[in-house]
């Protein structure tokens, strides 16, 4: 799971500094203030990293995809392609400790037994008159033992002695602060290519590792890194319409599509697969059809819900609900739109794997008041139950009091959640820590949160008194 990032020249932010929360973390802000900038920036990574073209530096999307964030230009901060884009990233690392060979000697088998590692990168255009003149500057990996709170770094940087060339570095530092340009470095400078795309060593650096047993830790957090990108599922503000009628052939989607458009093949993998499924902890296994529908029900849309086959071996499939204990089975078409806006997000995250980190933008979008605090109810009861991660771009007052109220009713740990508040001054991104404390009141709370409650009630009873003496007279 993602721990921390610090992100440097990306769209409004000269400088995002944010820790996120084990279970959830929730952004909140005005229009435009920045607060998707993150969201964008971590899908531009996994973008990245999906691109099988290995000579890209950043992918930046395109039209009708996941992203499409324009090129670099684009996304530099105030457009000023002289600027560096840098980022640091922090993230749990493996369960199971892997072994090398100390870099330094060649002699001392090291096991490395971690569990945070970090990543910097720095991207750069050598010509900003040039498009394909963007290039990766430098990359840096740290593993941080758990036992002794040691950083050792590998590195691809810039070699100062050679045009264009780049040196391998390694180093090890005491201190648990990750600084680059501070540790005891072994410096290999060779002829070496840069890196590639934003996280991967040229060959070349293998060869000035001296391993052992094959063991390649290079490769190691490589892999770390891709397995990173690959737990991060997103699904996005504006989901498709329900349908009468889905097709499925028996496919296994990853997910449920940016949009939702996947959320039925995504319920009939699972249930093809006959996982069972807990509402809590400890409680009893269900189907994965009987948990979306127990907590769509939990949340006050629905009474029942199923998917099954128009006809044996048709796979022509359709969605039905019904409203009340008393009321038909209609198809999803045939209710309120709510339902087939929040389905989506409940699919997702009983369907991602567990240990993943969940991207939900503006998931209370078309739904009253009391089912967002419930569907509040329920991004924590799954995340809390399936160990997940879940990032929640929001304009939602009645999710955050709810948040705030499980944590007062100790539902969940406030050292689990993080919430914080963006705006922006004179075209610069600013981020707020909101403070939730662990009765769940806000300790910080930002000017012009959610507009000022007070002032509206005061507005609204001065304008009444007004109206009525003025029918008085």
């Given amino acids: 799971m993602i721990r921390h990032v610090n992100l440097k020249n990306f769209k409004a932010w000269r400088e995002l500094d944010i820790e996120l929360g084990p279970r959830i973390t929730g952004l909140f ?42 090129g670099f230009g684009d996304v530099v901060h105030r457009n000023d392609k002289s600027l560096k884009l840098e980022w640091e990233l922090s993230w749990d690392g493996l369960e199971e400790p892997w072994i090398a060979t100390d870099p330094h000697t060649g002699e001392d088998e090291i096991r490395f037994n971690y569990k945070e590692l970090v990543i910097q990168a720095v991207v750069e255009m050598t010509n900003p008159e040039e498009s394909k003149s963007l290039k990766t500057q430098s990359i840096h990996y740290a593993i941080k033992d758990t036992a002794t709170g040691e950083m050792t770094i590998f590195g691809i940087e810039p070699n100062p002695d050679r045009d264009n060339g780049f040196q391998f570095t390694t180093g090890q530092k005491s201190e648990s602060s990750f600084d680059t340009q501070q540790h005891t470095e072994n410096i290999f400078s060779g002829e070496f290519p840069g890196p590639i795309k934003t996280h991967l060593f040229p060959f070349q650096a293998r060869s000035h590792l001296p391993l052992k047993d094959q063991i390649d830790p290079l490769s190691d957090l490589e892999a770390d890194y891709e397995k990173l990108m690959d737990r991060i599922y997103y699904l996005g503000p504006l989901r498709d319409f329900p349908h009468r009628q889905y097709n499925w052939s028996g496919g296994s989607p990853s997910d449920v599509g940016t949009r939702g458009e996947l959320t039925i093949n995504a319920i009939l993998a699972a249930s093809e697969k006959g996982n069972a499924y807990q509402m809590k902890t400890a409680s009893r296994k269900r189907s994965f ?28 499939y359709q969605a039905k609900v019904s409203v009340d204990k008393k009321s038909p089975k209609v198809l999803l078409t045939d209710v309120g739109f709510g339902v087939s806006q929040v389905l989506p997000v409940i699919v997702l995250l009983n369907h991602v794997p567990e240990g993943s980190t969940v991207i939900l933008e503006q998931p209370e979008i078309h739904l009253h008041p009391e089912v967002q605090s419930g569907l509040a109810d329920a991004i924590v009861g799954i995340a809390e139950t399936r160990d997940l991660q879940v990032i929640v771009e929001s304009h939602s007052e009645h999710l955050l009091r709810r948040l705030q109220r499980r944590v007062a009713d100790e539902t969940i740990q406030a050292d689990l959640v993080k919430l914080y508040f963006v705006s922006q001054e004179s ?4 981020l707020a820590d909101i403070g939730l404390n662990e009765y769940g009141e806000i300790e910080n709370w930002p000017e012009h949160f959610f507009g000022d409650e007070m002032e509206e009630i005061s507005e609204t009873r001065k304008a009444a008194i007004e109206r009525k003496m003025k029918v008085e007279e």
């Fill in 29 to 70: 802000g005005t229009n435009s203030s920045g607060k998707s900038s993150l969201i964008q920036f971590l899908l531009m990574l996994k973008e990245t990293k999906n691109n099988s073209d290995r000579n890209i530096v950043l992918d930046f999307g395109k039209s009708g995809g996941v992203i499409n964030l324009g």
């Fill in 289 to 316: 059809q009987e948990v979306v529908a127990m907590r769509l029900k939990e949340m006050g849309l629905i009474h029942s819900f199923s998917v099954a086959e128009v006809a044996k071996g048709s796979n022509i």
């Fill in 427 to 430: 075209g610069e991104a600013r």
